[in-house]
């Protein structure tokens, strides 16, 4: 599957980043926490619970396929959602709802 923004598909690589491959949960939990406002790295570290490297690590992999941006404020990065990782946060986020009350 190709994808498609307007759509708010994922191809077969983002969709396992997403939902099989290890650091999964933790870069949905990245896209849930960019939902509301850009945060820069430290922000979602301490909001998740984990340290910088891993947050780091996992936002490079998000911005890869473009479900987030970067930017620059000074000396501080920030991070938002694309259009696309809007789209595709909240379809897969709906998605893995529906799944836990169903």
């Given at each position: ?49 984990s340290d910088w490297w891993t947050i780091q ?28 990782g809007e789209l595709i946060s909240k379809s ?11």
């Amino acid at each position: 599957m190709m994808l498609n923004a307007q759509e708010g598909k994922l191809n077969d690589e983002a969709s396992v980043l997403l939902t099989y491959a290890k650091g999964s949960r933790k870069r949905r939990d990245i896209l849930q926490a960019l939902e509301l406002a850009p945060k820069n790295c430290n922000q979602l570290a301490q909001e998740l619970g984990s340290d910088w490297w891993t947050i780091q690590k996992h936002l490079q992999q998000l911005m890869k396929y473009s479900l987030v941006k970067g930017i620059t404020f000074g000396r501080i990065k920030f991070y938002k959602l694309t259009p696309k990782g809007e789209l595709i946060s909240k379809s897969i986020l709906f998605k893995l709802r529906e799944k836990v009350t169903a």
